[in-house]
């Protein structure tokens, strides 16, 4: 069954860190890319971070050189590590597997994931 759990949210001061997981099952690995998204209250989803399985990232401007993502792709696990956390990283995030289309650099469009995890809260106080 597929399958995306995510892990590692929590409430964190400004310029705390954090370090998000995400569990996938065998099959979700099997993807062009896996990224994580977030969406804070009454703003539309958005990608934050991409990894293709070569190693390859993506990320949005808003998090570059804040966030890194890696993999482990022997426990089928993808990681976000969060460091400088400002008020405005507070969101939901999410963990999601592309299995739709491969490009370079991998894709933070959220039309190209298909599958997503249930989510974890972040959230940087002031």
């Known amino acids: 069954q597929e399958q995306l759990v995510e892990s590692g949210g929590g409430s964190v001061p400004v310029g705390g860190s954090l370090r998000l997981s995400c569990a996938a099952s065998?099959?979700?690995?099997?993807?062009?890319?896996m990224g994580w998204f977030r969406q804070a209250p009454g703003k539309e989803r958005e990608g934050v971070a991409a990894?293709?399985?070569?190693?390859?990232?993506n990320y949005a401007n808003s998090v570059k050189g804040r966030f890194t993502i890696s993999q482990d792709k022997a426990r089928n696990t993808l990681y976000l590590q969060m460091n400088s956390l400002k008020p405005e990283d507070t969101a939901m995030y999410y963990c999601a597997a592309n299995l739709v289309v491969f490009t370079i650099p991998p894709s933070l469009l959220e039309r190209n994931f298909g599958y997503w995890g249930q989510g974890t809260q972040v959230t940087v106080s002031s």
């Open positions: 065998k099959y979700m690995y099997s993807t062009y890319s």
């Open positions: 990894i293709d399985m070569d190693g390859s990232t």
